[in-house]
């Protein structure tokens, strides 16, 4: 069955990083358009990052542009999120998305990103 599992969630100091994995199983992984989302107590679910099939393009919103990065690896079947220079408002359960357009989409269950002294 479709799988999503993040890992690498946790703990981390303002101005810390930290590198978050989600390994798909189940699916064609290379045929999909991989995202990071986020939810912070409260708010709504936002994206944050998006990489093409082949990881040739990617986009942020703009709170994150310049500090974290989307990358993939479609021989691992897994996407990861560079996050550095981490601020309080980054705290969140962030989210990996998988979506084959006008087709499927998938989610994983979450990993809580907590930044605080």
């Known amino acids: 069955q479709v799988q999503l599992v993040e890992s690498g969630g946790g703990l981390v100091q303002p101005g810390g990083s930290l590198r978050l994995s989600c390994a798909a199983s189940?699916?064609?992984?290379?045929?999909?358009?991989m995202s990071w989302y986020r939810q912070a107590p409260g708010k709504e679910r936002e994206l944050v990052a998006t990489i093409s099939t082949s990881g040739g393009s990617t986009s942020y919103v703009d709170s994150v542009s310049g500090r974290f990065t989307i990358s993939r690896d479609n021989d691992k079947n897994t996407v990861y999120l560079q996050m550095n220079s981490l601020k309080p408002e980054d705290t969140a359960v962030y989210y990996c998305n998988a979506r084959r357009v006008g087709l499927f989409e998938y989610w994983g269950q979450g990993t809580l990103v907590t930044v605080s002294e």
């Open positions: 189940g699916f064609t992984f290379s045929r999909y358009v």
